[in-house]
């Protein structure tokens, strides 16, 4: 070997290996499972590149980070159609035999594109694939070693994501019983904690840990993938034949739209924790005080009036630490974008009409492409990880199928709109079937009554703190890119005008639009829900405004380099600098936001773990030795009672834990996926009756009725009956298997 090729091999090496080695310093004994994720999302978007080399076969890298998606998706969601549709039990060895046999057709795929001439490995871009690798494992990385300093999965939702996470590892069966509800299976969107118990199962790691590290793992994945898609739509706009200091312009363009999806704020951070306390200061006045989720709760509550809404963003997310369906949905919304634009280039590079297909192979050709099949799968599968995704996404997908067909027909509205039907019917017929396991089981009557006009709308000063610098960079760019092309006469069609539009500036200009109506929606309409008495606006606002936000990241980044680079007007150049200036700032907002959670993250020996169940030995001491009794002990699903109380609170820390049913939980959070409040206070009222009645006869009656294998007394039992709590007539109604003289803390296993 070359000695100038030896010296570039190490070049290469060194990074690779710093950031091994930090990874084994910061993360101590987690690093084992960290590893064993990040190798075998590695293997298996190996195993997926004959597929995803062929969807994305115009870009660079050919999907090679997407491809990890891609995997994760088909074997997950092969696995649980299988076990929903009860053909196999949710096991780990399942998990495993469904991912091998994916990987063997896999390899026979490539096998065929091997002897068709088709290369689907990126071997001419191994750079930009070495590059992305770094950075996915630098950020996953980086988030991992941030949830260590607060792993707990405690407060806000996270007994609810864990409680599912818990509930499946131990269910052999999909839908698995409500965790909540023992007399019920999980009625919600539980695909997102459903995909990461199929990790844990299939990299054989335990819960306690992939908690977190599913979420960081998204957190990478929402870095990387802007940073593949922004990179290509860059690279695709640039001269091939770009050379001096533009050919680091897709990478640095990339690298800004990855962290302005993955880790910037908004300009609330900027606005309110900069710009205000300094004029206060300068006032000589008492200076506020800045806390991260205030840029969440903005709308509704400064000022305080009775429209309570909520604005999250994904950096918001990766720090609290919730394990929503919004939050692992990320990926796979992403990789629709990508889909799309691979979609969008291949139309534009591949002429069909019937003028140069014959009728019979023209429609077999507009229905059978593989990006929009894929796209179909992607949101039939959004019904069941986040159904406002496929909403938003159906939207999405149908605009962009029409402005291609638009292009594609040349104008001519017959077969722009008869093809267009055809596809959105295609793809609306196809997602549908695909997740029938899970809609025929799924009641989802109970969350939603309808839609509503709003009633109250956001003051004009709060739309523009949250999304006035996004929504300006995408107007600036949009309107820029109509005076440059209606110059030439010929444009003034539509069709014309699309026509001349070069394909990456027409996808930033879709999402750009996409996001501004995903925002304008809350203020004229609402999804209609329980939460609809001061918080009506609130749901619709939050699952819209995350997706504009991911749109939007990408769209203000390609704008900035659009207005900069390829514009000529110097005002709209000096805007984008301004615009670059404050999403620079909007960063900060990541370092508030990590410090207030986290805390002195730059001290490694502050590192706690990724233990999200550690947090039992201090906050719940009275009862973390039956909890680990009841994990140790209780293989199957059986019913353990415990007291009920309120959404948000500590109750329902054994079910959470453990994943064991018991009879009633949150309460709001049962109102919302039941609806029956008449039912949901009948089970109050029978816990209550269990835990405090004299009555052995009743007491045993509630318990066969309710088929209680356990029953729990620990701290919460005693806080909320007190006196009442009938203690001999518990221990009576069976074997104490567990018991905390010290707590007077005991297990109860029912006769």
Request: glycine fraction near 6%.
């Amino acid at each position: 070997m070359k000695p100038d090729k030896i010296k570039k091999l190490i070049m290469m090496i060194i990074p690779a290996a710093v950031l091994v080695a930090l990874s084994a310093y910061l993360l101590q004994g987690d690093v084992w499972t960290f590893w064993t994720w990040y190798l075998l999302a590695l293997v298996l978007g190996v195993a997926a590149m004959p597929l995803t080399g062929r969807l994305f076969r115009r870009f660079d890298d050919k999907g090679w980070i997407f491809s990890k998606v891609t995997a994760i998706a088909i074997t997950g969601f092969l696995t649980w159609f299988l076990v929903t549709v009860k053909i196999l039990k949710f096991t780990a060895v399942t998990c495993v035999a469904v991912t091998v046999i994916c990987t063997v057709l896999s390899i026979l795929l490539y096998r065929k594109e091997q002897k068709d001439g088709f290369e689907c490995i990126p071997f001419a871009h191994l750079n930009l694939v070495y590059a992305e690798e770094l950075l996915f494992f630098a950020f996953f990385l980086m988030w991992t070693y941030f949830a260590g300093f607060h792993p707990a999965a405690y407060g806000t939702e996270k007994f609810m994501d864990y409680g599912f996470m818990e509930a499946m590892m131990r269910s052999k069966i999909l839908p698995a019983t409500d965790l909540w509800y023992s007399e019920g299976k999980i009625n919600y969107y539980y695909g997102g904690q459903y995909f990461a118990v199929f990790l844990t199962k299939l990299s054989g790691t335990k819960v306690e840990l992939t908690y977190n590290l599913m979420r960081t793992f998204v957190a990478g994945l929402a870095f990387i993938m802007p940073f593949s898609l922004v990179h290509q739509m860059v690279k695709d706009r640039l001269d091939r034949n770009i050379s001096g200091w533009k050919k680091k312009l897709p990478s640095v363009t990339g690298f800004l739209a990855g962290i302005a999806v993955s880790v910037a704020g908004n300009m609330h951070y900027v606005v309110y924790a900069c710009v205000i306390p300094w004029i206060q200061k300068l006032k000589g006045e008492e200076v506020s005080s800045y806390w991260f989720p205030d840029a969440t709760r903005y709308i509704g509550f400064n000022p305080d009036v009775a429209d309570k809404t909520i604005h999250e963003f994904p950096c918001y997310s990766f720090v609290l630490g919730d394990l929503h369906a919004h939050v692992v949905d990320i990926m796979f919304v992403l990789l629709i974008l990508a889909l799309l634009y691979a979609w969008m280039k291949k139309v534009r590079t591949t002429k069909i009409t019937l003028e140069n297909t014959e009728k019979k192979e023209f429609w077999r050709r507009q229905l059978l492409m593989p990006q929009l099949l894929a796209a179909a799968a992607l949101l039939g599968m959004f019904h069941w990880t986040n159904y406002w995704d496929f909403v938003i996404y159906y939207t999405v997908t149908c605009g962009v199928i029409l402005i291609m067909n638009i292009i594609g027909q040349e104008g001519k509205v017959k077969w722009i709109l008869a093809v267009t039907a055809a596809q959105a019917a295609e793809i609306l017929i196809l997602a549908t079937l695909i997740i029938l396991p899970f809609t025929m089981q799924f009641d989802s009557s109970n969350m939603v009554q309808g839609i509503a006009l709003a009633q109250h709308h956001s003051l004009p000063h709060q739309l523009l703190v949250l999304w006035g610098l996004p929504t300006i960079l995408t107007v600036l760019f949009i309107i820029s890119l109509l005076v440059e092309k209606l110059k030439v006469a010929e444009n003034r069609s539509l069709y014309r005008l699309l026509k001349s539009v070069t394909l990456p500036d027409l996808f930033a200009v879709v999402m750009g639009l996409c996001a501004i109506g995903l925002v304008l929606i809350p203020e004229l309409v609402y999804v209609r829900d329980i939460y609809e008495n001061g918080n009506a606006r609130a749901n619709t606002m939050f699952k819209l405004t995350y997706q504009a936000y991911i749109m939007f990241g990408m769209t203000m980044i390609y704008a900035i380099f659009r207005l900069l680079i390829i514009g000529k007007n110097k005002i709209l150049k000096a805007l984008a600098v301004i615009g670059l200036i404050l999403f620079v700032w909007t960063c900060g907002y990541f370092g508030n936001s990590v410090h207030a959670w986290f805390g002195e993250v730059w001290k490694p020996s502050e590192y706690k773990g990724l233990n999200a169940t550690a947090f039992l030995e201090t906050d719940f001491s009275e009862d973390v030795g039956g909890i680990k009794w009841l994990k140790e002990n209780v293989k199957d699903v059986e019913v353990v009672l415990e007291a009920n109380g309120d959404s948000y609170s500590e109750y329902e820390r054994v079910s959470a834990m453990t994943g064991l049913p018991t009879i009633m939980g949150w309460y709001v959070h049962e109102w919302l996926w039941r609806g029956d409040l008449a039912d949901i206070n009948a089970k109050i009222a029978d816990v209550e009756n269990i835990y405090t009645s004299t009555d052995e006869a009743h007491v045993k009656s509630l318990l066969e009725e309710y088929d209680v294998s356990y029953i729990f007394v620990g701290s919460c039992e005693r806080k909320k009956y007190g006196d009442q709590l009938n203690n001999d007539m518990l221990k009576s109604m069976g074997e104490v298997v567990y018991q905390d003289d010290e707590w007077q803390t005991y297990i109860v296993k029912v006769k």
